[in-house]
């Protein structure tokens, strides 16, 4: 945890005047997390520069951490040699990450100097639908025979286990790769010698299907605690793991689509500094237009009461904090359902108890604004504004409006979520912008309804 | 991944006909995080009977996955052999999150039957704030010692590891226990038996304090994929580790968090269905009556345009569009600003970049929006719906309040997060409602001003 930025400005003065040796030593002892943002803020040409100073292993680990721009232009630079270096590092899941990036002749040249086992298991995991646990796993893990022995398996695990993604947990297969038991390294370690594999695996695991969705699998590592899961084919046989790493990074993707969603913007999968301005533009026009079409029914509404409006022109100023107060109580009711939701946390089959609870809330929400509105109205408004046109019968109006708003606005926010995630629809767009619009036009309705009842307009 | 409710079922019919045998057959394969789903829907007095019945060590780790009520509820029923019991199974940071959530009474039994280390380790973590890294650390680390051969450092852990929370990654320690190098369980087994410890280890280690926020500790451990961070004391001793698992729960809980802000709701760390009526009143209120207060701003502006709206009745309809896309508008430039900004992926320092896209993403937004309002206006208000007051003038004077509407929400939407965050307050409270309810005053300015302008009235 240290100020990247002073770091920036000396690796600048040693490029600057070549200092090639101290600026290894500078960079050598970082994580390459942090040599990939110090590279994203140097100038493009020296990115080479900076790479081919590093450490093999540390050179691979930081090419896996860059913007898939840079990943090209390096790879464009290389020589063959130098390409079949750094895929040689990599893991077979960040190949595959970055395949699916490049263009197709980058692509082409990938696979042309990787080697053949690598070749195969790139093809095999690119065939996977995008987001599913398929595509983010990878095919390097510790498979161990159930009839070893604990010797034979750490012998084994020693011998092999520089190419594996990770060594922490190892599966047990029986010879048609069947999946039969797992078994972390430290249950191992931890058992004698000349105990049997068989013995001492766990047989009651957990295992997902490469069809499922990543995110299932990412909250599934989360749920148990675990630090990879085994991921099967149709036959139950063990065809790769996910680990959790991965899976952490699932969860932000998936976090962050569904906050965009709330926000009525569509989804990208690029940081916000990083999408261009035609890419944005598409993210959020299509949401904004449909926005204020149905915005159009509210304007309809208003059109139709013309003449009590008219008549009784001081109800005009209390339509905005109205419908304001209506958008943020369901987006309030909307946005708990909406991430309880995806917590997993709420069910449908939990919707009557959700709904009693809106009920309650908004019944509390709803008198306290009230109250509150009405004692304002009569004080601020009456008295120190001398507007005398806000009657108790005015002020009467708009807080029955409020109360009946407020348990709108809940009900109508914790409804909709639930209702869209049943019929198959992803239940973060029911969010904010959505109900607001609905409910805008539901409070103008009471609104008016009441005015007319109470006000006789 | 299998549905429970068949389950549940299947466990109240062995409950109700006391096949205790049969039950804990059906129990006992199952993941700890699963048994305390179950427990949960259970009635509360069925759950001591099913926890009795599970092997020792499950019966532990679903004891910590249980709701703090449930596990008040078996703590009490517990006789003491069975405390200690259930307390020797447990791992030191569990506990005291467990002891975080009991009545003083209960934090006393639990304190009087833990073994003097663990009561040691307990108020050690106690002391430390709430969110630091200290309040989520474990001391339960495998730690070896610089001279060690790799031969040694095995038996050790060998020896001692089945009490640490994890073994994955070991911390070498000079005398002073002051951390001098890491190293994980794959280095050490892929290293020759008699290859000495300080040969091998990582001396380039990233560590945190013991007072750095939980939030940014889970987050350098995703960053650098990290499965255990070292705690290190303002000596540089290292007094803890933070693993990932737990780092996992941090990030959901402040992504929770974050959301619940961003809808104008005061953060609660319960899950939805289990936080109570007055809870949720007092989470939601404080907003709604803020914003409702603010909201009144709006209805000042419409009541000092009252002559011009009474002249021209029509412009009151278009106010709530108006002010709705204003509020989409901001509401998507600062959900998109605040979670890069909790990503990290944007700095106080990107303020320029960030305004300069957010003007162009707004004029193309904007003139997208204007160009379609504009045909909607004429042809179907003006043509279909026959409404004579849309003429020419309205509709250019709505359009042209729609673009700078557009403008301003985008940039105050953009900003105000980065200003907050600069300020040292939080960004996600500067989202979608509290954004709204300022683009609804400067866009009902900019509409009347226009249409004074436009139309000369």
Redesign the interface.
């Known amino acids: ?1 240290f100020d990247l930025g002073e770091l920036e400005k000396q690796i600048e003065d040693r490029i600057r005047t070549k200092q090639y040796a101290e600026l290894r030593d500078l960079l ?6 942090d040599i990939a943002a110090l590279c994203e803020d140097l100038p493009e040409e020296r990115i080479p520069i900076v790479f081919r100073l590093l450490p093999k292993e540390l050179a691979a680990e930081v090419f896996v951490e860059l913007d898939s721009d840079q990943q090209e232009l390096l790879i464009r630079g290389f020589s063959n040699t130098e390409l079949k270096e750094v895929l040689d590092e990599l893991y077979l899941d960040d190949t595959v990450d970055i395949v699916e990036e490049m263009p197709a002749g980058v692509v082409k040249r990938i696979l042309q100097h990787s080697d053949p086992e690598m070749r195969k298991g790139i093809n095999e995991i690119l065939k996977y639908p995008e987001d599913s646990a398929g595509s983010i796993m990878t095919t390097e893990f510790v498979d161990l025979q159930t009839d070893m022995t604990v010797e034979a398996a ?1 012998k084994r ?2 011998r092999t ?2 190419d594996k993604e ?3 947990v190892c599966y047990c297969l029986d010879e048609g790769r069947h999946l039969l038991g797992v078994l972390t ?2 249950s191992l ?2 058992a004698e010698d000349d105990d049997v594999i068989a013995d001492i695996m766990d ?2 695991f ?1 295992s ?1 299907q490469t069809l ?1 969705d990543q995110e ?1 699998v990412a909250r ?1 590592l ?4 675990f ?1 990879a899961l085994p991921v099967v084919d149709k036959e139950d046989r063990l065809v790769g793991i996910v680990t ?2 991965d ?3 699932v ?2 993707e998936e ?2 689509e ?3 969603k ?4 569509l989804p990208s999968d690029k ?3 990083k999408t261009g ?1 035609p890419e ?2 598409r993210s ?2 299509p ?3 449909l ?3 149905s ?2 029914f ?3 509404i ?2 139709g009461f ?1 003449s009590a ?2 008549s009784t ?2 109800l ?6 109205l ?3 209506g ?3 369901g ?2 009711a ?4 909406i ?2 939701i995806s ?1 997993n ?2 069910e449908f089959s ?1 919707l009557g ?2 709904i009693w ?1 809106e009920v ?2 908004a019944l ?2 709803g008198a ?2 009230a109250v ?2 009405f004692a ?1 109205l009569m004080v ?1 408004d009456r008295m120190i504004f001398h ?1 005398p046109s806000v009657t108790v019968g005015v002020a009467t109006v708009i807080c029955l409006t409020m109360v009946c708003t407020v348990l709108c606005a809940k009900l109508v926010g914790c409804t909709l979520p639930m209702l869209a995630k049943r019929v198959g629809f992803d239940p973060a767009v029911m969010a ?2 959505f109900i ?2 609905i409910v ?1 036009a539901i409070s ?1 309705l009471i609104y008016f309804r009441i005015a007319t009842v109470v006000l006789g307009i």
Chains 1, 2 share one sequence.
Request: proline share 3%.
């Open positions: 945890m050598s002892p970082l994580e390459a997390a750490l695990i020693r286990g520089l990770t060594i922490n390294i430290r370690l931890l047989r009651h957990i997902v499922d299932e599934a989360s749920r148990y605690d630090l959790v790493d899976a952490i990074d969860l932000q976090t962050t569904d906050i965009e709330m926000a009525a913007i940081p916000y500094l301005i944005t533009f959020r026009i949401w904004l237009l926005l204020m079409v915005a159009t509210t304007g309809q208003i059109a013309e409006l008219a022109a001081i005009t100023a209390y339509i905005p904090m419908m304001d107060t958008g943020n109580c987006s309030q909307s946005v708990s359902v991430r309880g917590l946390e709420i939990d108890r959700v609870k309650r809330v509390a929400c306290a604004l509150c509105n304002k601020v507007n904010s912008p607001t619009t805008d103008l």
